[in-house]
């Protein structure tokens, strides 16, 4: 592992309405724009369900797991969320690593949407 590796890519989709659903009642979330379309279009949302932010990370955490051979090399998270994804989507989770320093490395995380836009970015600190 050095610095400039790429991390990735991970390939998740179609995002699953369904799955949305089920999460939905899981994670006891009441927020209807994973469930309900009328809602979605009620608030100008458009008429694609929104995929839950913590699903969402799910899928970068995953690209780390496999990267980095298992959950327990994972030491940090941190990560900000920019643009939703929406059922249907296929998503691309990513990695760089910037840094290798005392067995640890640091690296720049994120969760691309088919635009090419990041519906979530940051930094994930990783043992290696």
């Excluded at 989709?13 to 939905?24: F, L, Q």
């Excluded at 989507?89 to 640890?104: M, S, Y």
């Excluded at 490395?105 to 290696?128: F, K, M, N, Y």
């Amino acid at each position: 592992m050095r610095a400039g590796m790429s991390l990735g890519p991970l390939t998740v989709g179609p995002v699953s309405a369904e799955k949305m659903k089920i999460y939905a009642a899981i994670l006891r979330d009441p927020n209807p724009i994973h469930w309900d379309r009328s809602e979605l279009v009620a608030r100008g949302l458009g008429d694609r369900l929104i995929n839950q932010g913590p699903i969402n990370l799910g899928y970068v955490i995953n690209m780390l797991i496999d990267a980095f051979a298992g959950p327990q090399a994972i030491k940090r998270l941190q990560v900000k969320f920019g643009a939703n994804v929406r059922e249907d989507d296929i998503v691309v989770a990513r990695g760089l690593v910037r840094a290798v320093e005392d067995n640890l490395a640091t690296c720049e995380i994120w969760l691309e949407l088919p635009s090419g836009e990041r519906a979530l970015e940051g930094t994930a600190i990783v043992e290696v």
